[in-house]
């Protein structure tokens, strides 16, 4: 008997794909994976230490992880009445919301360029997927999404507000008319809310259609994977039939709660981020040949000449940055740097010219 090989078992569409890449980064600046580049406080960091030590991991965490989400409820001034449900990052919520309403034919919606897990999570799930072009200046297209809303009837919308990878705010009565316009569920993902000074989550009782979707890795938690989504007990009830059980930790409860507790030194590190992204931005801007974009994130785009080239003289001289070239049209020779601190940032500055 013939033993089966993976390309007769697997799925067409799933041989077909490359799975998510993440360059080794070891002894280099990394400034590709817009985490922050601050450490806790020593004292945060002793107190972590204490309760990581007494913590049972002998014993499974709380299923429902009920304390964790009084503490999110707190920091994040999640509306009464709303409801939480948890995730391994913000990539196992967008797998269970599509793994939900993967009915047969179900279409998946989003706008290009942004994350690319949408895409792939909706090759994962069998569903099909449209992502609509944004305009040149990376507005959203909205008499193209609106007409593909009408003939597709998605299941589900995702828009990344800020997004990712151009870094800009979209008009939120635009993103306003697209849920009054959707058949299905809404998905505005405030990946980078720390850094925009705006949101969704007050118009949630505005509109039964609409979950808000955060995560925690931007402010500094990436270590830990914990994102949370908000919206209607209608639709969370629902999706946490899919959870997995125990899928929030007990180290990343205990220590995500603990920090929550000290919110305010994650708010006061995003707010450097800020002056320091303002500052970047700058001195990009003075960078003949350079084209720099708004950002309302904790990242810079920027198009550069041959940015392939440019890019492997950056790595060269020890900085990680991310070279989205040849990833959509619309970001041929662009590069995506993470704001760092100020001596990582003026290190950037000085390879980036170097390598031009």
Known sequence: MMLPKPDSIIRDEILSLKAYHVP???GMIKLDAMENPYSLPADLQAK?????????????????????????????????????????????????????????????????????MYKMIATFTGMRYVGVPLNADFSLDMQRILAEIEQNQPAVI????????????????????????????????????AFAGTSFLPRLAQYPNLLVMRTLSKLGLAGLRLGFMAGSADWIVQLEKLRLPYNINVLTQVVA???????????????????????????????????????????????????DSVFEGIRQRGVLIKNLNNGHPLLNNCLRVTVGTEQENEQFIQVLMNSL
């Open 158 to 193: 995702f828009i990344a507000y800020p997004n990712n990878p151009t870094g800009n705010l979209f008009d939120a009565e635009d993103i306003s008319r697209i849920i009054e316009a959707a058949p299905g569920l809404v998905i505005v993902d405030e990946a980078y809310h």
């Open 257 to 307: 709660q603990t920090v929550l507790e000290h919110i305010d030194v994650l708010t006061q590190q995003a707010k450097s981020i800020m002056v320091q992204r303002a500052v970047l931005k700058t001195q990009l801007e003075t960078i003949p040949g350079i084209e720099v974009f708004p950002s309302d994130a904790n990242f810079i785009l920027i198009r550069v000449p041959q940015a």
């Open 48 to 116: 972590i230490s204490e309760l990581v030590s007494s913590t049972p991991m002998n014993r499974y965490p709380d299923p429902g992880a009920i304390a964790l989400k009084e503490s999110l409820r707190k920091a994040m001034d999640i509306p009464v009445g709303m409801d939480l449900m948890l995730g391994n990052g913000s990539d196992e919520l967008i797998q269970i919301i599509a793994m939900a309403v993967a009915k047969p034919d179900a279409v998946l919606l989003s706008i290009e360029p942004s994350f690319v």
């Open 24 to 26: 080794v980064s070891t």
